[in-house]
Nanobody, 125 residues
Framework: QVQLAESGGGLVQAGGSLRLSCAAS????????MGWFRQAPGKEREFVAA????????YHAASVKGRFTVSRDKAKNTVYLQMNSLKPEDTAVYYC??????????????????WGQGTQVTVSS
């Protein structure tokens, strides 16, 4: 089992920045892929970014590319999502996810085995 705990959400004005953290515990040695997803009210869960735990290969959704950056600190078992130039449409609950497999498509939410509880990000205009 892997447990995930997100932090760092909050209220920020448009154009501002936030950094989300996701601390993993438990069988962290089994993690191969970690991802960030978000879900706005009335919308489906949406892929944001992902990272391969081993080599650090990163993937970003087109909607956030150039503004958001996913990274990880293996020593701390933590993955980060640096969010810059935030827009009101970025408002959502952000979830961290982890999987023990090499996912061919990191953007598919139901492929991930473990999820955090989510952290709210609100961007005001």
């Amino acid at each position: 089992q892997v447990q995930l705990a997100e932090s760092g959400g909050g209220l920020v004005q448009a154009g501002g920045s936030l950094r989300l953290s996701c601390a993993a515990s438990g069988r962290t040695f089994s993690i191969v892929t970690m991802g960030w997803f978000r879900q706005a009210p009335g919308k489906e869960r949406e892929f944001v970014a992902a990272i391969r735990w081993g080599y650090g290969n990163t993937y970003h959704a087109a909607s956030v590319k150039g503004r958001f950056t996913v990274s990880r600190d293996k020593a701390k078992n933590t993955v980060y999502l640096q969010m810059n130039s935030l827009k009101p449409e970025d408002t959502a609950v952000y979830y961290c996810a982890a999987d023990q497999n090499y996912l061919g498509d990191v953007s598919v939410a139901h492929e991930y085995d473990y999820w955090g509880q989510g952290t709210q990000v609100t961007v005001s205009s």
